[in-house]
């Protein structure tokens, strides 16, 4: 058993490598590539020792930015996916089942149509906002019901506040043309444009975010024994569940809140780490992590080329890429059944 | 499961620690769901070292009693005594490290493998400052030898058969190393080889660790055969308890199940054997 148990060991190891391995890939392509492609050389330049050049300025003021971004969001909804897959034992849970991103499409158009704020680093932080006031409701609901915060509880509860914080949504946007407008391009969901210091100042909310994810993973491998075996093996439920909705709601919201409501990066990342480890969430949270970035970069740079010199929203490209990736997981049984 | 005599499961019991003859205690314990109370009242001592079986029909309460054994249920009046203290009162992962409870069919993620499934029997002993130990390692090998999984430890759950699938759980509480381990009629779904091959393992590791045992059981004459103490219990109440060849006799079998039966002495064991009456008299399959 030992040998085959390293085996398993090695396999996941190895696994971990290579998405770390193609995760740097993605990166270098993603400052690389574009309506100028750049090489290695003028890569390099740029990052460490610019000095004014044009494929500097590429690099720093253009790709750069757009990286990180989509780097960060792409680590934040991948672990989120994961977390949510797991405390809702549904193999379809992602940011729109839990109703996060309608809370910041929420406060995206609240922040414009109540206070007048329209600058960006203005409405994403309303944006977060509703994204945590939905991550907070959802919980709090399925908690008071009878028999506390269960798989079932949570996705109704879920259901329930998108519904709500949708319907508010064009309410407003009804009433308010530049509202609209701002949503409009907010809604598709995009990683260029956003400044890089906006993007550093969601990193320590995507830092701790992640730091919980981490803490959560071993009591979600006991909670997915079923809640009786979890509780006697010495997991706090209500203690647990909380932690995973907090993590959920600080990666989910902030990623949604800066880049607008991207699906299907959670979805695919973490069924392909549930393919690649079992079921194992301390290995497919970290895994879906960088799968989830390495979907957005590349996702981000095809949508650089297919259109050039114009450009496709990473959103749009994500779901011309994820929903055939998609159809073929779920056509295995074994990838689904949580 | 000859690998059992040559590396029994550890006994969990420090050496030299004195334990409470009454490990548990339950004291004028009333259970209900919502409106519909499932026991009344009741008291019921569990004594150190000993594999208790309940029995009764269905619906008695003894599932719910064992919930309430294993803390998963708030008594709605009286109290459980875990080693003399009221077990509400104990933090969740202090009970962990000294009960185990195995659900009746419990369900795994599909992919799991047996030797997944026995190491998440060691979560009690773990925490975020302490990881994977050797201990924990020694553990998972010892509940795999001693439940005969220890070469079938890299197949995944679904491959086996509802008896292998069976102890690779008994094999989890097992490895979170307990002193009292409560099962919820383990025998379920089984065939009766089954039955006999996850019996004669509780009995084993009983005999190798000392154990305490409390098990639900539907099967009256395996019930009696191997446990020391029976509890029969009715509409949430004791109904008689002691040792196997006191408590199941005819009139307790029409007490508690409404059933004629005769009972007699198993030649080979001394164990009482319960013989049910069909209402169709001798030939129950002759048209009548």
């Known amino acids: 058993m030992q040998q085959v148990a390293s085996e398993r060991a090695r396999k996941r190891r190895i696994w971990t490598f290579v998405l770390v391995g193609l995760l740097a890939l993605a990166v270098l392509l993603s400052i690389g590539l574009g309506a100028q492609p750049l090489g290695p050389g003028q890569i390099w330049h740029g990052l460490w020792s610019a000095s004014g050049t044009e494929g500097d300025v590429i690099v720093r003021s253009l790709r750069l930015p757009r990286t990180v971004t989509a780097l960060v969001a792409g680590l934040a909804l991948g672990a989120a996916g994961a977390l949510m897959q797991g405390h809702t034992r549904n193999p379809i849970a992602d940011p729109v089942l839990l109703g996060i991103s309608a809370g910041a499409g929420m406060g995206v158009v609240a922040s414009l149509f109540l206070i007048g704020v329209s600058s960006l680093y203005g409405y994403v932080w309303f944006g977060f906002l509703g994204a945590a006031l939905a991550g907070t409701l959802v919980y709090a609901v399925g908690a008071l019901t009878r028999g506390g915060a269960t798989p079932v509880t949570l996705a109704l509860a879920g259901a329930a506040v998108h519904a709500l914080f949708t319907a508010l949504t064009a309410g407003m946007v009804l009433f308010d043309r530049q509202a609209l407008e701002t949503y409009r391009f907010w809604t598709v969901g995009s990683v260029s444009g956003q400044p890089l210091g906006l993007t550093l100042q969601a990193l320590p909310f995507i830092a701790v975010g992640l730091a919980l994810a981490a803490l959560n993973t071993p009591g979600l491998n006991a909670l997915s024994l079923g809640e009786d075996v979890a509780r006697m093996l010495g997991v706090r439920i209500g203690l647990n569940r909380a932690l995973g909705m907090a993590a959920i709601t600080l990666l989910t919201g902030t990623a949604v809140a800066v880049c607008g409501p991207i699906g299907f990066v959670g979805l695919v990342g973490t069924h392909i780490a549930r393919y690649l480890s079992g079921p194992d969430y301390r290995w497919i949270v970290a895994q879906a992590a960088l799968i989830g970035a390495t979907l957005m970069l590349t996702a981000d740079t095809l949508g650089r080329l297919v259109a050039r010199p114009g450009e496709l929203q990473v959103g749009i490209m994500l779901a011309l890429i994820g929903a055939p990736v998609f159809i073929q997981l779920v056509r295995r049984r074994q990838a689904v059944r949580i | ?288």
């Open chain 2, 1 to 288: 499961m000859t690998e059992t005599t040559r590396t029994p499961s550890a006994a969990p019991q420090d050496a030299g620690a004195v334990r409470p003859e009454v490990r548990l205690r339950a004291e004028g314990l009333t259970l209900s769901y919502g409106e519909r109370t499932v026991v009344r009242e009741l008291d019921l001592d569990i004594t150190n070292g000993t594999v208790t079986a309940i029995i009764g029909p269905n619906g008695c309460g003894k599932s719910t009693l064992l919930r309430a054994f294993g803390r998963l249920m708030k008594p709605t009046a009286g109290t459980v005594l875990l080693d003399g203290r009221p077990i509400h009162g104990i933090p969740t992962r202090e009970v962990a490290e000294r009960v185990g409870l195995l659900p009746q069919s419990p369900a795994a993620p599909e992919g799991l493998s047996v030797a997944d499934l026995v190491a998440r029997g060691r979560h009690p002993h773990q925490s975020w400052y302490r990881r994977w130990s050797s201990d924990d390692e020694a553990a998972v090998e010892q509940a795999l030898r001693a439940t005969g999984m220890f070469e079938l430890a890299e197949r995944t759950l679904d491959e086996l058969s509802g008896g292998q699938r069976q102890r690779a759980w008994i094999a989890m509480a097992l490895a979170q190393e307990t002193e009292l381990l409560l099962l919820d009629e383990p025998t379920n779904h089984l065939d009766l080889a089954h039955q006999i091959e996850v019996l004669d393992l509780v009995r084993e590791l009983h005999l190798t660790t000392g154990r305490t045992v409390v098990v639900v059981l539907h099967d009256l004459s395996l019930a009696a055969r191997y446990a020391d103490r029976l509890v029969a219990m009715k509409d949430g109440r004791v109904v008689a308890q002691g040792a196997p060849s006191e408590v199941l006799t005819e009139d307790l079998v029409a007490e508690v199940f409404g059933l004629r039966a005769r009972v007699r002495l198993d030649e080979e064991t001394g164990s009482p054997l319960v013989i049910p009456l069909s209402r169709h008299g001798a030939k129950a399959a002759d048209g009548a």
